[in-house]
């Protein structure tokens, strides 16, 4: 695969100087132009200098890890992309990694031409991206419904400002990817919708074959409106095809 005429900037933070030296060398074979740090102050320096195109980002650093750095980069710089590098196991940072905004993460030890085909899928999403556009409007799924706003379980769903609100009327963060889960969702209740219709409708980034995060954002969001997400009433799993969304939490 050759790569662009202008090669994208690829930032590793780890703090192991071997897998550095070693990340440089396959990502500059490959055609990108690379920098390293060993620790997030660093990171920030060279950020400060000149935004990457990517963030290699181990979780696991001394002083301010990963994670931290990576909520640091999507609030300062959300066009960077962000891939976290985790060790094997450690499925709650791959989780929380993901609800900061990260596009994908790579269990340690890995694959160097699996990492690379992450990368080079994080860059096309980004760089295909098309704009954020409102969602379509959707029938009113509860009482005091306008079209625009959606009811889930004792959540409201703003379709326009792209908000999603609790009982007592205060927002509740959601990622963006959240969101346009929810929408699909809101916009085909009772229907049940299997991982490839959700791959093409739910994210404005796009999805591909290597991206595993549909169950783990399904499970976050859970957590957010279903009143015992380890019973889903609203956002219920259908064996053998995928999810399905049941307006008032009733049987599908």
Same mark, same amino acid.
């Given at each position: 695969?050759?790569?662009?005429?202008?090669?994208?900037?690829?930032?590793?933070?780890?703090?192991?100087?071997? *897998?550095?030296?070693? &990340?440089? !060398?396959?990502?500059?074979?490959? #055609?990108? /132009?690379?920098? $390293?740090? +060993?620790?997030?102050?660093?990171?920030?320096?060279?950020?400060?200098?000149?935004?990457?195109?990517?963030?290699?980002?181990?979780?696991?650093?001394?002083?301010?890890?990963?994670?931290? *750095?990576?909520?640091? &980069?999507? !609030?300062?710089?959300?066009?960077? #992309?962000? /891939?976290?590098? $985790?060790? +094997?196991?450690?499925?709650?940072?791959?989780?929380?990694?993901?609800?900061?905004?990260?596009?994908?993460?790579?269990?340690?030890?890995?694959?160097?031409?699996?990492?690379?085909?992450?990368?080079?899928?994080? &860059?096309?999403?980004?760089?295909?991206?098309?704009?954020?556009?409102?969602?379509?409007? +959707?029938?009113?799924?509860?009482?005091?419904?306008?079209?625009?706003?959606?009811?889930?379980?004792?959540?409201?769903?703003?379709?326009?400002?792209?908000?999603?609100?609790?009982?007592?009327?205060?927002?509740?963060?959601?990622?963006?990817?959240?969101?346009?889960?929810?929408?699909?969702?809101?916009?085909?209740?009772?229907?049940?919708?299997?991982?490839?219709?959700?791959?093409?409708?739910?994210?404005?980034?796009?999805?591909?074959?290597?991206?595993?995060?549909?169950?783990?954002?399904?499970?976050?969001?859970?957590?957010?409106?279903?009143?015992?997400?380890?019973?889903?009433?609203?956002?219920?799993?259908?064996?053998?095809?995928?999810?399905?969304?049941?307006?008032?939490?009733?049987?599908?």
């Amino acid at each position: 695969m050759t790569e662009p005429h202008n090669p994208a900037t690829v930032l590793v933070v780890d703090d192991e100087p071997e *897998l550095r030296e070693l &990340l440089s !060398e396959y990502f500059t074979r490959h #055609g990108f /132009v690379v920098q $390293t740090a +060993a620790d997030a102050a660093q990171a920030r320096g060279l950020v400060a200098a000149g935004r990457p195109d990517l963030a290699l980002l181990d979780v696991n650093m001394p002083g301010e890890n990963g994670l931290s *750095l990576a909520r640091w &980069l999507r !609030e300062a710089h959300p066009g960077t #992309g962000l /891939v976290m590098l $985790t060790t +094997a196991g450690e499925s709650v940072d791959r989780i929380v990694g993901l609800e900061l905004g990260a596009d994908d993460y790579m269990p340690k030890p890995f694959e160097m031409r699996e990492l690379l085909a992450r990368v080079r899928a994080v &860059l096309r999403r980004l760089q295909t991206a098309p704009p954020v556009a409102a969602a379509p409007a +959707a029938e009113p799924l509860a009482q005091g419904g306008n079209g625009k706003r959606v009811q889930f379980g004792a959540c409201w769903l703003d379709l326009d400002e792209r908000r999603l609100t609790g009982a007592d009327g205060a927002a509740i963060d959601i990622t963006a990817a959240e969101f346009d889960l929810l929408a699909l969702f809101a916009r085909h209740p009772n229907r049940p919708l299997n991982r490839d219709q959700i791959m093409e409708q739910a994210h404005n980034r796009g999805w591909d074959v290597f991206d595993r995060s549909i169950d783990l954002r399904i499970m976050r969001l859970r957590r957010k409106i279903e009143r015992n997400p380890d019973k889903p009433e609203l956002i219920k799993t259908v064996r053998n095809v995928g999810y399905v969304f049941v307006p008032g939490g009733g049987a599908i």
